[in-house]
């Protein structure tokens, strides 16, 4: 299985959390489903701003987007991100900037909340012209994607990773 990352539109708090209904891998995309935001992390805790933990949300539609083949993949590719806009090492608590939540969100996975996604958007939109100017095809080629991962959310949707290789954080 790849590493993927699911964008959902469309959250409702469900009156009763009960039993949250997961989308099968290559659902329809109108097919909704639900989730429990069951903690933060806290090294980055305002990652979920927008969701409560504790609360079950249902939603209307969600997108999948292959990101890479492997978690190995991925965290190279966060690496470059981290040079990309200078930090000297991955930022910790104390540290705020250009895609932190993104950066550190393989720490704990969970869920990105509609708040981060919208700051990420930004993020992308503002160092689109930085990364695209190193020529590196392949880096910016997942910069793109990454950057419709979180457009897709809105200002109503979160993110999060499914895959095995999201458990390895």
């Not at 009156?15 to 980055?44: I, K, N, Q, W, Y």
């Not at 793109?144 to 457009?151: H, I, L, Q, T």
């Amino acid at each position: 299985m790849g590493f993927y990352f699911v964008g959902c539109k469309g959250l409702k708090k469900q009156d009763d959390a009960g039993e949250c209904l997961f989308p099968l891998l290559g659902a329809d995309l109108r097919d909704g489903g639900s989730f429990m935001v069951d903690f933060t992390d806290p090294a980055c805790p305002e990652i979920i701003a927008g969701l409560e933990v504790g609360v079950a949300y249902e939603y209307e539609r969600e997108n999948w987007f292959s990101v890479c083949d492997t978690w190995r993949d991925y965290s190279s590719w966060v690496e470059e991100l981290v040079d990309l806009v200078g930090f000297e090492d991955v930022p910790d608590e104390h540290e705020s900037g250009p895609f932190r939540e993104l950066i550190l969100y393989g720490r704990f996975g969970g869920f990105i909340g509609p708040v981060a996604s919208a700051k990420l958007v930004a993020d992308f939109i503002e160092w689109d012209e930085r990364a695209r100017s190193l020529g590196d095809d392949a880096f910016y080629g997942w910069y793109a994607r990454m950057r419709k991962v979180f457009e897709c959310p809105g200002e109503t949707g979160a993110v999060w990773c499914e895959g095995e290789t999201c458990r390895q954080g």
